[in-house]
């Protein structure tokens, strides 16, 4: 029998999980979510302003390996009709020029000394690891040089990765690029840099997109069967042990299951020890801000997202062209674009400065020309992206193995401080639901 359970959140990991208990037979009142947003969604959040929908914490695409899951999650949105979909089409600006991603199998877009500098490095590279059997280094930025060279470290890899991580690229771990980052064959880069088109990367080559109301529409769908057990704008403020159940703002539960950042426990759970507190508490993250441009012109090339790698493009690294999502996204004769900044965590929000550094970027970069933005819009997400640095995997274990001690459950993106996309959430609330509905060893 589930015991009574408190939620904290209602993103799609804390929605999910209520929504597989009770579907799992839990009693209705057994569950309940505390969200301190006024609406449920969290990072899958969407807005609308003068019939422009954008995603607020960067462009979401609906995809999954696991074809149940993506099945629910669009089930749980209305089902096939409530979606687009799409092919993704991804490149990267390099000057006036549009490189095909992933970098190393679009050399040959390249300027031809651009094309040599990374073709000779790749060689050398490969030749190098191959001969002397090296290891993947452990540190990022020595990674990149392994892996792919000196040349697609200068023209990519490092103006990229300084631009999303705001850190030397030493003080990050490789641990997290094990099928983030591609990994072409030799013979591919060879093929793709004179110019025969080779694919590289076939992962999430369709995807789906809901047709309306943004991102957000599925996690309101899931959110359809269990909204009665929300609580909205209830931040909870207070965890402690009592006997062997919690307390969540003095009211009693059997069990806890926490999808908040792990940095915010300290100052939520009394009776942490200091260790685990300064564990959680320097865990590092970064923040995003994402800003909204819309552009009173119709036509866009038929792109999904590009990366922008180079200073001179302006504060942001990645632009997500919004309105092919969906033709539900913008007016019609208009579009847009969601550009994505992001910043570390202990660094100043960006000020009112910014929207206007995007735009210069985006114009130096001949996205747009400045006459046609019709307006701006932007929101800051304090936790968007988990920084992976040579502390992290120690600092994370203590946290978890703490909360394991204790019987918190942990649960999502950065209550578990990890890497994972929407619908890894939902594969981790399923799992979490099987587990806590079993019946309990005596
Ligand atoms: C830039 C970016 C792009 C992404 N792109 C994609 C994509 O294309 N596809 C995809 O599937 N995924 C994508 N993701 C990942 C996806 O957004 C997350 O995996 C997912 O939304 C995490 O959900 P969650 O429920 O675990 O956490 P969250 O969404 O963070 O939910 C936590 C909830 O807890 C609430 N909360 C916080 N403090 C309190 C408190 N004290 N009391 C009560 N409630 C509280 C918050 O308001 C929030 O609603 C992307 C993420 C980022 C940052």
């Known amino acids: 029998m589930v015991k009574n359970t408190a939620i904290l959140g209602a993103g799609v990991s804390g929605l999910s999980l209520a929504r597989f208990l009770l579907e799992g037979g839990a009693a209705r009142d057994s569950v309940t979510l505390f969200e301190a947003a006024a609406e449920v969604g969290g990072l899958c959040r969407s807005r609308t302003v003068s019939g422009f929908t954008y995603d607020l914490t960067g462009g979401h695409i609906l995809y999954s390996k696991d074809a149940a899951v993506m099945r629910w999650m669009k089930n749980a949105a209305g089902g096939d009709g409530a979606f687009v979909e799409k092919n993704r089409e991804t490149k990267i600006r390099f000057g006036e020029r ?25 060689v050398e590279a490969w030749h190098r690891r191959t001969t002397d059997g090296s290891r993947a280094p452990e540190a990022f930025g020595a990674w990149v040089r392994w892996r792919f060279g000196d040349g697609i470290a200068k023209h990519f890899m490092d103006p990229y990765n300084g631009k999303v991580w705001k850190r030397e690229l030493d003080f990050l771990t490789s641990d997290w690029v094990a099928g983030r980052v591609p990994d072409a064959p030799i013979e591919d880069v060879l093929r793709s840099a ?60 059997d069990q806890v299951v926490s999808t908040l950042a792990l940095t915010d426990l300290p100052r939520i759970v009394r009776g942490m020890p200091a260790d685990v507190a300064r564990a959680m508490s320097e865990l590092e993250f970064n923040s995003i801000t994402c800003i909204l441009v819309a552009l009173d012109r119709a036509e866009q090339p038929d792109l999904s997202w590009i990366y922008l790698p180079h200073d001179e493009q302006g ?46 970027g985006l114009e130096r970069a001949g996205l747009l020309s400045r006459s046609e933005v019709l307006f701006t819009d932007r929101e800051t997400t304090r936790h968007a992206y988990v920084v992976f640095d040579h502390a992290y995997a120690a600092r994370r274990a203590r946290a978890l193995g703490w909360l394991e001690e204790v019987g918190l459950v942990p649960l999502g993106r950065f209550g578990r401080f990890e890497y994972d996309n929407s619908d890894q959430c939902v594969i981790k609330a399923r799992a979490l639901a099987a587990q806590l509905g079993r019946p309990q060893a005596r």
């Open 315 to 360: 504060p942001a690294n990645r632009v997500t062209y919004m309105s092919n999502y969906s033709p539900e996204n913008a007016p019609r004769g208009k579009s847009s674009f969601l550009c994505e900044v992001t910043h570390d965590s202990r660094a100043k929000t960006p000020g009112s400065e910014l929207e206007g550094q995007v735009i210069a």
């Open 98 to 122: 549009w490189v095909h991603y992933p970098f190393e199998n679009g050399l040959a877009d390249l300027p031809r000394e651009a094309n040599f500098d990374c073709l000779k490095g790749y």
């Open 194 to 253: 004179v110019g025969i088109r080779t694919e590289g990367y076939t992962h999430q080559s369709i995807f789906y997109y809901p047709r309306k109301g943004g991102f957000q529409a599925i996690t309101d769908g899931i959110a359809g069967t269990v909204m009665d057990r929300v609580r909205l704008a209830t931040p909870v403020k207070e965890i402690v042990r009592e006997g062997r159940g919690w307390l969540v703002d003095g009211e009693p539960f």
